[in-house]
């Protein structure tokens, strides 16, 4: 067992998050590697000193160039506005530090890719955060996918829908300015990532991008509300997939349906505990959705409660995606989702901001 200097930039919704994780994850799942929480970046010397003494870190700053050039930093964990992404990323790699970023990988397609090109050369251990497909139940939706047991996969539908934005009276803030805080920038992502971790690669797309509510108390809206778009996956399969924030009632509509050939899933992040199988197969007297509730059979489920049914939560995910990071260190071995993997994920949403602008199906290989 040994120790590795994180250091964290951000200390807000996710920064926290983070630095709750890597406190957490040695006991959880007893990893090889011990983080040891070396220094927090915030925006203010004020801030940066009150995440320090809230999340145990040892170090605090207000300049992330200090932060990745410390020696005592051996991995750096990216957990502010998508705009800071790439510089910070390439600064890391350039020192060999491995980097975990939260989604999206950069503020477009162009900074993505070269994330990607710094992480490849570096040779540094590189993982996109995508928590949610991490769930016991996402985990274990993967699995029955993979192993057929509902067939070959037919349809698709994905959504990623939340109310926060729903009032047309709240007012204008940073989220309402530059496509990438815009919903295809922020919640998009999550659910083209489930798309393509449970069913593969998406061959073409048609999309349509919209904002309801252009103006807000507080200045004019520029970037999207909502989208929808309808794919072909290269396996063959049709999706559909929505995206909003103005989604009156939804508070985490993370939610999918897959139909295949011998049966059916169907996944909702409000009740993320439970997932919904259908098998043909089954006498027709008991034929029809089951649901089953995680437990200790489950992926990832056990090192956090033995008893099934009890449940994990969001911090869990958190936890989940930290172990992966820090095994992929340990191990030198990539761990998916990989900034490539990230990428893909980019490639998708630059698709269907075009394709909607052309009012045209798309080639996502084109991008």
């Not at 040994?2 to 990893?31: P, Q, R």
């Not at 108390?217 to 996956?233: I, K, P, W, Y």
């Not at 006498?283 to 990832?300: Q, S, V």
Request: aromatic share 8%.
């Amino acid at each position: 067992m040994s120790e590795i200097g994180i250091g964290v930039l951000g200390g807000g919704y996710m920064g926290k998050a983070h630095a709750v994780a890597m406190s957490a994850v040695g006991a959880v799942f007893d990893t090889a590697l011990r983080p040891r929480l070396e220094m927090v970046c915030a925006s203010t010397p004020e801030s940066a000193e009150r995440y320090r003494a809230a999340y145990g870190f040892a170090r605090a700053t207000d300049d992330w160039m200090i932060l990745v050039n410390d020696p005592k930093v051996e991995a750096v964990v990216i957990a502010t506005p998508q705009a800071t992404h790439r510089p910070v990323a390439e600064a890391a790699f350039a020192l060999g530090k491995p980097v975990f970023c939260e989604k999206p990988l950069g503020a477009s397609l162009d900074d993505s890719r070269a994330m990607v090109a710094a992480a490849e050369a570096s040779g540094a251990v590189n993982m996109v955060g995508f928590n949610y497909i991490r769930t016991p139940a996402s985990q274990f939706a993967r699995q029955v996918i993979a192993d057929g047991e509902i067939g070959d996969v037919t349809w698709f539908r994905g959504e990623h829908t939340e109310d926060f934005y729903a009032d047309p009276n709240a007012a204008a803030t940073w989220r309402t300015m530059g496509m990438a805080n815009g919903t295809m920038g922020d919640l998009a992502p999550h659910m083209i990532n489930a798309a393509l971790a449970l069913i593969g690669p998406v061959g073409s797309l048609i999309a349509e991008v919209e904002t309801v509510h252009t103006t807000r108390s507080g200045g004019e809206v520029t970037n999207d509300d909502h989208a929808q778009l309808m794919c072909r996956f290269e396996n063959g399969a049709m999706g559909q997939m929505y995206f909003s924030r103005i989604a009156t009632g939804r508070k985490m509509g993370y939610a999918y349906e897959v139909t295949g050939t011998k049966g059916a899933i169907r996944f909702d992040q409000e009740d993320q505990n439970a997932i919904w199988l259908y098998r043909m197969d089954d006498p027709e007297t008991e034929r029809g959705f089951r649901k089953i509730l995680t437990g200790p059979a489950h992926p990832d489920y056990e090192p956090f409660c033995q008893g099934p049914g009890h449940g994990t939560g969001y911090q869990d995910q958190i936890i989940i995606e930290a172990r992966d990071f820090l095994r992929a260190i340990e191990t030198d071995e990539p761990v998916w989702p990989t900034f490539r993997d990230g990428m893909e994920v980019n490639r998708i949403v630059a698709a269907a901001l075009e394709s909607s602008r052309q009012k045209r199906w798309l080639d996502v290989e084109t991008f």
